[in-house]
């Protein structure tokens, strides 16, 4: 049996009385691509927050890696946290710092490493993510998609069992979308990593992801769960999850995109360190 890794049973989460989603249910097994998907405003983001401790259901449970996290206790979260990694949307690098250093800020604060094993371990964390010769330089003078892969290694500098990734490709160009989904798909193919993702760009929901859950805003619920193209073909898929995996077409067709899973991995970390 494949080892679960998040559960999440009966969630509702919400804004004092403001509702967000009610009765969500759902679970991430080890070494799975998960994508979070939906419409603006349907709590995609707010649901991550809770998976990653920063916010408390209303109603519901979380376990992470078999040990209570909602409800649970302030250490059980903090346990929990140093097994999991995040990245945010625009990174978050401290601009004061060189790669190499916000690589290395976590690892400072978190472990009893040697400073010569600080940087021994930020270099390879940026090596993973193809930014091998980077290490000194500033955020600034990297772009957009080299700054989402230096937060990726800082995300990855404690070897966590679960990244948090919010909407990963968001300002990126087509291109460099393309090589982060590749690094993604390296990074669990390598190191067994599991990916709980937020996302509306169905270039990366169709080619890297292994389950996805829909959440809708009208209904303020998880409507449908699945592989997106079994999704996509399987008749009874909720109206709204199927206009948004087809872009509202009525022909109910979509790019070629390859995946799910190992699709546009043999790219791999040498594509990356072109972008």
Known sequence: MTEQVICAEQLTVGYGSFVLMREV????????????MGGSGCGKSTLLRVLMGLKEPQQGTVTFLGR???????????TARRRSGVLFQGGALWSSMTLAENVALPLEQYTSLSPAEIRSQARLKLALTGLAGFEDYYPSEISGGMRKRAGLARALALDPAVLFLDEPSAGLD?????LLDDLILELRKSLGTTFVIVSHELASIYAIADTCIFLDAATRTMTARGNPR????????????????????????????????EQGASAGLDRTRTA
């Open 25 to 36: 249910s759902f679970e991430v097994k080890k070494g799975e691509i998960f994508f979070i």
């Open 68 to 78: 209570p996290f909602w409800p649970g206790s302030t250490a059980d979260r903090y």
């Open 174 to 178: 087509p291109v460099s979308s393309r």
């Open 230 to 261: 079994t999704l996509l073909h399987t008749q009874g898929t909720d109206p709204a999850a199927m206009r948004f995996l087809t872009r509202g077409d009525s022909d109910g067709t979509v790019p070629d995109q390859g995946g799910p899973g």
